[in-house]
């Protein structure tokens, strides 16, 4: 089993930053494509940024340039820096661990585990 807890959601003005954390417990994130998927009301989930195995990384378009992510293999844990964030970043930003793949962007057909969810809101 694989526990996925994410922190570090918050309300933010436009323009502000923020960094998710995904502390995960079961397995090493570093043997996994962890990735992190987002979710606003009234939208499908979508994917927003994974982390391969060798440490590749991918990016939807609309958050390349702003969004990175990042592991700490010694915490098992994954981050996600957002910058210059925008009014439609909002949502529910989910950790994700796809345990089957080493590498790529998952879809979330893909996905065995899922964290709890940690809600994003950016004001205008």
């Known amino acids: 089993q694989v526990q996925l807890v994410e922190s570090g959601g918050g309300l933010v003005q436009a323009g502000g930053s923020l960094r998710l954390s995904c502390a995960a417990s079961?397995?090493?994130?570093?043997?996994?494509?962890m990735a992190w998927f987002r979710q606003a009301p009234g939208k499908e989930r979508e994917f927003v940024s994974s982390?391969?195995?060798?440490?590749?990384?991918y990016y939807a378009d609309s958050v390349k340039g702003r969004f990175t992510i990042s592991r700490d293999n010694a915490k098992n844990t994954v981050y996600l820096q957002m910058n210059s964030l925008k009014p439609e970043d909002t949502a529910v930003y989910y950790c994700a661990a796809d345990t089957h793949a080493l590498v790529g962007a998952p879809t979330t057909r893909g996905i065995d585990y899922w964290g709890q969810g940690t809600q994003v809101t950016v004001s205008s």
């Open positions: 982390m391969g195995s060798y440490g590749d990384t």
């Open positions: 079961g397995r090493t994130v570093s043997r996994h494509v």
